[in-house]
Nanobody, 127 residues
């Protein structure tokens, strides 16, 4: 079974940058896509990822809020998923969850597509 462990969350000021990491361990050969989902304070985890990536082709998808500010990437040799967050805003404050799927179908940014989840890493952006 694939296991996901996130790290890299921190408290930063608006305009700052962070890089989140997600180590995928154990039997990662069947992973098709990975993504990052935010859970903002006091709310449920969002059903739309900020970013997703096809791990075999490195093709990426972004939601409107993330496009141009966030960059998702996957290191195939190390099985590490990254999310680089730039020009951070207070509204980016959230627990960010890494997710993976072996499914060949489903919307890449949709929560329902993903079957394996990490425990999250907290990003706090102050104004």
């Amino acid at each position: 079974h694939v296991q996901l462990v996130e790290s890299g969350g921190d408290s930063v000021q608006a305009g700052g940058s962070l890089r989140l990491s997600c180590v995928a361990s154990v039997d990662t050969s069947t992973i098709n896509r990975m993504a990052w989902f935010p859970q903002r304070p006091g709310k449920e985890r969002e059903g739309i990822a900020v970013a997703a990536i096809y791990t075999t082709t490195n093709s990426t998808r972004y939601n409107d809020a993330a496009r141009g500010r966030f960059t998702i990437s996957f290191d195939n040799a190390k099985n590490i998923l990254y999310l680089e967050l730039n020009r951070l805003k207070p509204e980016d404050t959230a627990m960010y969850f890494c997710a993976a799927t072996t499914r060949q179908y489903g919307w890449a940014l949709g929560e329902i597509t993903y079957t394996v989840w990490g425990q999250g890493t907290q990003v706090t952006v102050s104004s």
